[in-house]
């Protein structure tokens, strides 16, 4: 059995922070943050919306193309860093605030690469034979998370959440996931990371002066990692697959900094027109990347039914994660 993505839902708040109100936050310029990162603008949620929020909007706009009911869901795995609350589980909310009683469902952490892991994930469950309507979301409110007085790192996200459903391809039917490649490197923790709010650092008077429930990042670190790694699992996919570069229609990153995903392209000897970036519009929304970026994809016809096309991603953990598929529609 094939697994195949039927639908595919995205949501960003409608709240835009340009480049230029950050000049007023942070010692930064539009054409600094513009020129090292690609970013111009990014959406972020109102203060009384959640992950779940989002998470939900995008998940209704999936089952509304898919013309499917969500009582007819046996899956939900929802991706993020920012979950509603540590438990219950944003899967559980999303699920009920759907109605999809059916849906057994979890959160998966992974940073930047959750929605890859996730995709893969959802997609076992169909190939093994055990769900035949899933559904994958990516949802993050990195606004809670990022501390406005540090340049470093609030330049660089943004909130919004995606969501896909899949289900089995038809019996002959070449669309689907072709393969994947996970790779984790614990090593590479210190980089990039919420250092409070766990059990290791559990939330106190010291740890929010100190401003430990926020990103902290060695972006030099993460980048040398993410432009290494993001081209070493594209070229090892497709070589494994007997495939090249030129077999791809489009490649479709996670959208963390557009020199990272410009080099990727270059040594992958991608023209531009089969990359697709659109961190300009919505900066790193870490889980709900891969979605918003097919979504345009879709949009501005470079991906359409029966393309190959490669997701990519790199995030803290390190984590990353390639899969290669079909365009079932
Ligand atoms: O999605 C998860 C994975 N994350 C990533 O993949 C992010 C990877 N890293 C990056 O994208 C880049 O490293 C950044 C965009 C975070 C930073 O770009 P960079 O070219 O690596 O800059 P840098 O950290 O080497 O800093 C260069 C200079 C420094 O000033 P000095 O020391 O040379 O005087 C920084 O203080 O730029 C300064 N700087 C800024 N200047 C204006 C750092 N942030 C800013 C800023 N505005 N927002």
Redesign the pocket.
């Given at each position: 059995m094939r697994a195949k993505i039927t639908a595919l839902g995205c949501y960003t708040p409608p709240r835009i922070l340009t480049n230029y109100e950050?000049e007023n936050l942070?010692?930064?310029?539009n054409e600094?943050?513009l020129e090292?990162?690609g970013i111009r603008e990014r959406h972020i949620a109102d203060p009384d919306i959640a992950t779940s929020d989002m998470g939900t909007e995008a998940a209704r706009k999936a089952l509304a193309q898919a013309g499917v009911d969500p009582k007819s869901l046996e899956a939900i795995v929802l991706c993020t860093v920012t979950p509603d609350m540590f438990f219950p589980s944003t899967a559980c909310l999303i699920q009920h605030h759907l109605g999809a009683p059916r849906a057994w469902g979890f959160d998966l952490i992974a940073?930047?690469s959750s929605f890859v892991y996730g995709l893969n994930t959802v997609a076992q469950f169909v190939q093994s034979g055990l769900h035949r309507r899933v559904m994958v979301i990516g949802a993050d409110t990195m606004s809670r998370i990022i501390d406005y007085t540090d340049?470093?790192?609030?330049?660089?996200?943004g909130d919004g959440a995606g969501a896909m459903i899949v289900e089995p391809a038809e019996e002959g039917e070449d669309a689907g996931l072709i393969d994947f490649i996970g790779e984790i490197d614990g090593a590479g923790g210190e980089y990039?990371k919420m250092p409070a709010g766990g059990s290791r650092m559990p939330p106190s008077h010291e740890t929010v002066d100190k401003r430990l429930h926020y990103v902290h990042?060695?972006?030099?670190?993460?980048?040398k990692?993410?432009v290494r790694k993001m081209y070493e699992l594209c070229a090892e996919i497709l070589k494994r697959n007997h495939l090249t570069a030129a077999d791809v229609a489009v490649l479709i990153p996670?959208?963390?900094?557009k020199?990272?995903i410009s080099a990727t392209a270059d040594r992958l000897g991608l023209p531009p027109e089969r990359v697709m970036i659109n961190i300009d519009r919505y900066g790193?929304t870490?889980s709900a990347?891969i979605p918003l970026a097919t979504q345009d994809a879709i949009a501005q016809g470079s991906l359409k039914k029966g393309d190959l096309v490669l997701f990519v991603?790199?995030?803290?953990g390190y984590t990353a994660g390639a899969s290669l598929w079909r365009w079932a529609y």
């Open positions: 950050l942070v010692d930064t310029s600094w943050i090292r990162t940073a930047c340049r470093n790192t609030c330049v660089l996200f990039l990042q060695d972006g030099q670190q993460v980048f990692y993410a996670h959208q963390a900094n020199r990272i790193n870490t990347t991603a790199v995030g803290a």
